[in-house]
C-alpha cells in the first residue's frame, strides 16, 4: 500500500490518530467510497473494503486503481447477513464507514424492493454485524440530507428535524436513519464505542459516472457534443464537492474515537449558504466553464417526484466540529471538469486523484 507521511500539514485531521488504524469501508466501489479510499490510504489506514461491483464502467474505483491500495477489498453484498459479518469479524475494525447503498431517486422507483432491501436492511445488516466487535470504537452510517421529512421551505433542515421522505430513496434514507439510532440506543450505549450518522448535500467531482446525476450527465452530453435533457431546472440543491464532505465524516471518526458518547447523533455536512443553487444555475457555470458545445433543453414530459428545495443547516458540526466547506462552487466545479479532462487525456488519474487531495488539504481551514 502506499502512504505518503507529511503530506497532509494543512488539515486539521490528525495524522498520528490515522496511521494504522483498522478501517472496515463498505461502498468502496462507489464514487464518494473510492475517494474516501484514497484519502484513508493517504493518512495511512489500513483499510478492508465490502461492495459491490463497481455500479458503471467506467468507475473512479478502476479508473484510480483503488483496488491495489486496499489491505482487502470484498466482492460481497450487505444484504447478505452472513457474509458481511463474517468480513467484519475478520477484519476487526476500530472504525467503521457504511456508505454502501442504492443511491439514486429514480432508480427507486423502479427498483423500490431492492432499495428498501440494500439501504435499510443493509444498515441492520452492518450494525447487527457490528455487535460484540470488541475492537470497534467508532461507526459512522452515511445516509443522505434526503432523509428529512421535506417541507419546501427556505431555511436549512437541522440535525433534530423529522426523518421522512416522499419517494422510496429519501423514505429509506429516513429509515437507516431511525435504523441507527435504535441500534446505538439499543446495544451501543454503554460506551463501548461510538455510532453516528452523516447526511451530506448534492456532491459533485471527479470520478463519478452515475446515471440521472447532473454532472455527469452534463459531462457526457457536452463531450458527445448534444444537449443535454434538464427535468427540474428550478430545483434547489445543497451543491458540494465530494471531498468536502469526506472531511466531515473523518473528522467526526477522531471525535467520536476520542468521546464515543459526547459526538453520537446525526450531522450535516453541506455546502455554503450561497452555494445553495437550482439546477439551472448550476448548468449554466458548467456551461460557462466547458465553452462551446454546452447546450441543454427541458424536459416538460411528467416526471416521479423529487423535492423541489433542499438545504442544510451545519451549525453543529461549524461549532463542535470547527468543520466548514473549503471550496467554493465556482471552484468545486472548475475541479470537477478538470478530472474529467485530465481522464480524457489519458494522465495517471490516481496520481491526479491524490494532486487534488493535497490540493484541497492545503488549503485553510
Known sequence: MEHWPGALEGMDLNLDFWRGKRVFLTGHTGFKGSWLALWLNRLGAEVTGYALPPPTSPSLFETAGVGSILARSHVADVRNLDALGAAVRAAQPEIVFHLAAQPIVRASYQEPVATYATNVMGTVHLLEALRGVGSLRAALIITSDKCYENREWAWGYRENEAMGGHDPYASSKGCAELVTAAYRRSFFAAGLAGIASARAGNVIGGGDWAVDRLLPDLVRAFSAGRPVTLRSPGAIRPWQHVLEPLAGYLLLAEHL????????????????????????????KVATLWGECARWN???????????????DCSLARDRLGWKPRLNLDLALSWTLDWYLAQRSGADMREFSNAQLESYMALPA
Not at 450531522?267 to 439551472?280: A, H, K, M, P, Q
Open 257 to 284: 474515537c476520542g468521546d464515543n458518547q459526547a459526538f453520537v447523533g446525526g450531522w450535516n455536512f453541506g455546502s455554503r449558504d450561497e452555494d445553495t443553487l437550482s439546477v439551472g444555475e448550476v448548468v449554466a
Open 298 to 312: 427541458i424536459d416538460t414530459s411528467p416526471q416521479p417526484h423529487e423535492a423541489n428545495y433542499l438545504k442544510l
